[in-house]
């Protein structure tokens, strides 16, 4: 589903089985996760596989998946990618570098934000904003889409910038038609000869779920 919202250049392999997973990763793999609770180990076993899955459609050898700094995953040279997953969804998308710079994908669960989440991570002129989208569009789960935003911001910023970004040093704008801007507030690094002080992105909510993705392409 999430394909959707990507571009042609993205492979994208999702999965919405509940059933256990009970394919075994790479031992480096599974060493990260062998102290996990159960569903802790299904998520990362599932989301890792649809990601096998998709280097195998890039043509590129199945290698462990091993996060570095940051939790970032650690695709293989000439890779970039993304994966996010959620109570019943799990997502990678990859595509070689030679197409895009960088890919950050997120989904939540369509449903409002536990109580207090918002404040913690909207600035004041994204609350404003979300006032009036809600308004206008009241059937859109506004400050959850807000949130999966922000991780998509973040996931498509870190490869690239190398540093933290905070909920904060972003500011977010929203359209109604399926689309949004992200303004890094934050010293923007250079990157291929342009300083990179923004994203577009864009978002979905279908089959109960909120579901936003950034590809972010060569310069010029």
Do not use: N
Not at 88 to 111: C, K, N, W
Not at 113 to 141: C, H, M, N
């Amino acid at each position: 589903m999430i394909e959707r919202i990507l571009p042609d250049t993205v492979i994208t392999v999702a999965d919405a089985s509940s059933a256990p997973v009970t394919e075994r990763l790479f031992p480096a793999e599974e060493a990260l996760i062998s102290t996990s609770v159960a569903t802790r180990q299904h998520e990362f076993r599932a989301v890792r596989l649809c990601a096998r899955q998709a280097l195998t459609k890039l043509g590129v050898p199945v290698a462990p998946i091993l996060p570095g700094l940051r939790g970032a995953p650690g695709w293989p040279t000439g890779i970039v990618g993304s994966m996010t997953h959620c109570r019943g969804y799990r997502a990678a998308a990859l595509a070689h570098a030679t197409q895009l710079l960088s890919i950050g994908i997120d989904a939540e669960p369509a449903e409002p934000l536990p109580e207090g989440v918002l404040e913690a991570i909207a600035r004041p002129e994204e609350l404003t904003r979300l006032r009036a989208l809600t308004a206008q569009r009241p059937d859109v789960p506004w400050d959850r889409l807000l949130f999966s935003a922000k991780e998509s911001v973040y996931k498509a910023w870190f490869p690239l910038a190398q540093v933290f970004l905070d909920f904060s040093e972003a500011s977010l704008t929203f359209d109604t038609e399926g689309g949004f801007t992200a303004e890094v507030l934050v010293p923007a690094p250079l990157v291929q000869g342009r300083r990179l002080t923004g994203f577009t992105g864009r978002w979905l909510v279908a089959q109960g779920l909120a579901l936003t993705a950034i590809s972010v392409p060569h310069a010029a």
